[in-house]
């Protein structure tokens, strides 16, 4: 059970506990569901049951929908590929990292998706368009279904539960839509809902659903209305072009243990990459008012650096002290548009295609 308690919150939605946690309320549900059939048998109202749980789901359904697809809209899910990821290799990246440099990349086509599902989620909330908005949160589930089996992204289990949820709302409309499309005969949708005689009720049904749709609606836009704290001057990947340490000057030798070949600095963290490929990460805090630039180590919390610096443009100096002696380097900033992946654009005509 230790080990189970240290997976539960990484962030995955297919860990172990994830599994077993289905077959368990699986068990329990079929075992539920059979008991109540043997002791109630035909004293209960199942079609009222029926329409409850359509009208449940519907919902259930439509909440989940709207969080993921305002997430994808508000840029909060997939961001634009950062500096640390435009320095990683194709080699070094997993296949979840491709399919959110992929999204992050284009914004356009993230808003697409989570249109699709944020349009799918609101149609649930109506009994007239829940088979158009099953249909659409079918086609757009599909679509994230097969990118998280194919990339390994552990949502697998909670993203098939949903276009199964899909699957049983559209189901009461299935015989209708199939004799309307493929036979080419008249049909008309299921519209099963619970009858409100008095007046007083059908206000009421009004009311408490328009006020249910807003605080979902406000629920899941609110959670994503932050601004995102601007960048910092100094942010962007440094090449170090000179390497001065205590006397010596430092040649860009790539077997050399000690010599910087780059200075990443994003907004909280910050990467010293040496010539021979190893990396130090820290946690980063800069001092624009006395111009200095404090690095604090994520592996040792007493390992704590200390640079002056001086920005002109895109060059960065800076002076302070690294393993017990002095420091003194200069490095040349690499702006987001000199790589190739977010600095090529978009081009209505293309006479060749540009595949890298």
């Known amino acids: 059970m230790k080990d189970v308690r240290q997976i539960t919150n990484t962030g995955s939605g297919d860990t172990s506990f994830d599994y077993a946690y289905l ?24 079609p009222l049951l029926y329409v409850l749980t359509q009208t449940f789901v519907r919902y259930y359904l439509a ?9 994808k809209v508000f840029e909060a899910q997939f961001r634009y590929p950062d500096f640390y990821t435009l320095e990683q290799t194709y080699g070094d990246s ?44 079918i086609a ?4 994230v279904v097969m990118l998280n089996f194919s990339f390994d992204i552990p949502v697998k289990l909670f993203s098939s539960y949903l276009l199964l949820l899909a699957f049983f709302i559209l189901a009461p409309d299935l015989s209708a839509l199939y004799h309307f499309f493929i036979l080419h ?8 809902s619970v009858v409100l005689s008095k007046k007083w009720h059908r206000i009421t049904h009004v009311v408490g659903k328009t006020l249910v749709i807003f605080f979902l609606l406000f629920v899941t836009i609110n959670g994503h209305s932050w601004m995102r704290k601007p960048d910092h001057p100094l942010r962007g990947i440094y090449e170090v072009k000179s390497f001065v ?20 600095l994003e907004n909280n963290f910050a990467e010293i990459r040496l010539m021979n490929r190893n990396s130090e990460s820290f946690m980063l805090k800069i001092d624009e008012k006395e111009k200095t630039i404090a690095l604090k180590s994520d592996r040792d919390s007493t390992s704590t650096h200390l640079f002056h610096y001086q920005l002109q443009k895109d060059s960065l100096s800076i002076s302070g002290a690294w393993r017990g002696k002095d420091l ?29």
């Open 23 to 46: 077959v368990v309320l699986t068990t329990f549900a079929l075992t539920l569901a059979l008991v109540l059939a043997m002791i109630l048998r035909n004293r209960f109202n199942y």
């Open 63 to 71: 909440y989940f929908m709207l969080i993921y697809g305002f997430v």
């Open 94 to 137: 997993s296949p979840m990292g491709i399919v959110w440099r992929l999204m992050g990349l284009s914004r356009p086509y993230s808003i697409f998706g989570g249109l699709g599902e944020v349009i799918g989620g609101l149609l649930l909330f109506f009994r007239r368009t829940k088979a158009l908005g099953a249909l659409v949160v």
């Open 140 to 143: 757009v589930m599909t679509n």
């Open 185 to 192: 005969k008249p049909s008309s949708l299921n519209r099963e």
């Open 245 to 264: 340490l205590g006397k010596d000057t430092l040649p860009p030798l790539t077997t050399d243990t000690v010599r910087w070949n780059k200075l990443l």
């Open 328 to 356: 003194k380097a200069g490095l040349k900033r690499k702006k987001i548009s000199d790589y190739n992946l977010t600095g090529r654009g978009f081009h209505w005509i293309n006479e060749y295609p540009y595949n890298r």
